[in-house]
């Protein structure tokens, strides 16, 4: 039986140690080669902000062949990162007074919307926020397109889109018809983004595009993020996995999705440190759970807001026709992190999503000897374990359980559903004869029913998958 104590160890590892900045950007070049090899991009680029520091560096080049490296002014498309300037808009207006979360939208709206509503319950404004309009995902209408995704589909996109005015927006938008009752289902809308830009056009009497420059980008120092490039700026090329060049987005909407942004890894560096910054009301408004949720939230147009081995975690992904950005923040280890690629596909998203796991584990838990994580051996049973790092609040943590391949990988199982030993502490022992004898299981030790904690780099059963999921073997 192994000795307890080296357990409660194991995962209190996950914490801010000192590390040179040699050690930082060697970190950085070690996962940036991995995403490469794994996403197919000829070009990587990594962005940092640790303890207030900032590391950034690039990788391969922007064309296959033509030694163009990118730098820090080098602009790529970063789509749907741009709706977290959009919820801080929404989030100065909150905090202002001008709007508040439970009105109904078309009070920001000027004409009759008599469709907007669904069986006499209107969209609120926290509905808009938090992805549950009932609204379609796209106007105009991409249904059609969506059936199959290929490397064409951006061109098809385009041409959907080439003659697409605010006007025809305005006019479609009085068609929708919702499909639930706003405020229930998750449906990500990328309309309900457009939308917000047009109220928020009505709520400060000013363009959405000068909104942005005028409370974000001049404040941040972010002169190199715009929605339309100057003649004499150039983007990057992106491409498809499929190795095809891919076309620039076109769209004559206000592009509060994300459909027109363009940006440098030295700006999205700025942003970062300002979504770290803990005493800006606008930035602690646009992540507040304002739900109150027991799981996962959402903030203003995050992809999440959850917890991770490294504490508190919200996360943006922005999928372009030609490059992907993953955007992420651990507030409590005062980090985040900004990756781009200039490749899209269908496998991009995931490989960004477990470079950039590996990365922080590699920036947050010091190298030591290898242990088994996650279990140990007590009598005839086998003790689940899971300790939060002490420097992290344990009060987030509402339930902790155990999903792998011996419960079919079900998060709410019953009979693996951790008990809290400690504030930052729980265990679970199931009897040995649950497991098969000499067969391999692999599993993962999940937080709040959908935070999936990842492995430390110094636990030595690991599955060597890209999930790195914890092994258990009897």
């Known amino acids: 039986m192994k000795n307890l104590s080296v357990f409660l160890l194991i995962l209190m590892s ?8 040699k050690e930082v950007y060697s970190i950085i070049e070690v996962n940036a080669q ?34 163009n490296k990118a730098d820090n002014n080098t602009y790529f498309e970063i789509a749907s990162v741009t709706k977290l300037f959009t919820g801080q808009l929404l989030a100065q207006a909150v905090l202002e007074n001008k709007i508040n979360l ?21 969209i609120k404004i926290k509905d ?23 490397d064409e589909t951006p061109f098809q996109y385009n041409k959907l889109g080439e003659n697409y005015s605010k006007d025809h927006f305005k006019q479609d938008l009085q068609k929708v018809k919702l499909d639930t009752i706003p405020g229930i289902k998750y449906n990500y809308s990328n309309l309900s983004l457009e939308l917000t830009g047009l109220m928020l056009e009505n709520i400060y009497s000013q363009s959405y595009e000068y909104a942005l420059n005028q409370y974000i980008f001049s404040k941040l120092g972010m002169d ?68 109150n949720s027991k799981g996962d939230w ?65 920036l947050t838990t010091a190298p030591g000897k290898k242990e088994t994580e996650g279990y140990f051996l007590k009598g005839d049973n086998v003790v689940f374990t899971y300790t939060h790092p002490k420097n992290l609040n344990p009060k987030l943590i509402n339930t902790a359980s155990v999903a792998g391949s011996f419960n079919d990988w079900k998060t709410d199982n019953k009979n693996y559903q951790l008990t809290k030993k400690e504030d930052n502490r729980f265990e679970l ?32 059963n690991t599955d060597g998958t890209d999930d790195n999921n914890l092994t258990l073997k009897l």
């Open 14 to 21: 996950a914490k801010s140690f000192s590390q040179s900045q």
């Open 34 to 67: 991995k995403l490469k090899e794994k996403s197919g991009a000829y070009s990587v680029s990594v962005g940092i902000v640790k303890d207030g520091k900032v590391y950034t560096k690039h990788f391969g080049e922007i064309d296959k062949g033509k030694g």
């Open 102 to 122: 439970e009105d109904d939208i078309r009070k920001y709206l000027k004409g009759s919307y008599p469709n907007l509503e669904y069986n006499g319950t209107s």
């Open 128 to 150: 808009l926020i938090s992805y549950r309009t009932a609204l379609p995902r796209n106007l105009p209408d991409d249904t059609e397109i969506r059936k199959k995704m290929s």
């Open 224 to 291: 190199h993020t715009k929605l339309e490039l100057d003649k004499d700026e150039v983007l990057a090329n992106g491409y498809h996995s499929s190795g095809r060049l891919m076309p620039k987005s076109i769209s004559y909407l206000w592009g509060a999705g994300g459909s027109k942004t363009k940006s440098t890894m030295g700006d999205m560096v700025k942003f970062l440190k300002h979504e770290l910054d803990s005493k800006n009301s606008i930035v602690q408004e646009s992540q507040r759970n304002i739900s």
């Open 298 to 362: 959402y903030g203003y147009f995050w992809d999440g807001f959850g917890l991770s081995e490294h504490g508190k975690m919200g996360y943006k992904h922005g999928g372009g026709f030609g490059d992907q950005t993953w955007f992420a923040i651990y507030p409590e280890l005062n980090t985040g992190i900004c990756v781009i690629v200039n490749v899209s596909g269908p496998d991009t998203f995931p490989a960004l999503y477990n470079s950039v796991a590996r990365l922080m584990n590699d």
């Open 429 to 460: 022992e199931v009897p040995k004869s649950s497991f098969e004898k000499g067969k391999i299981y692999t599993f993962k030790l999940v937080l709040n029913g959908e935070d999936w904690i990842n492995a430390s780099r110094n636990a030595s």
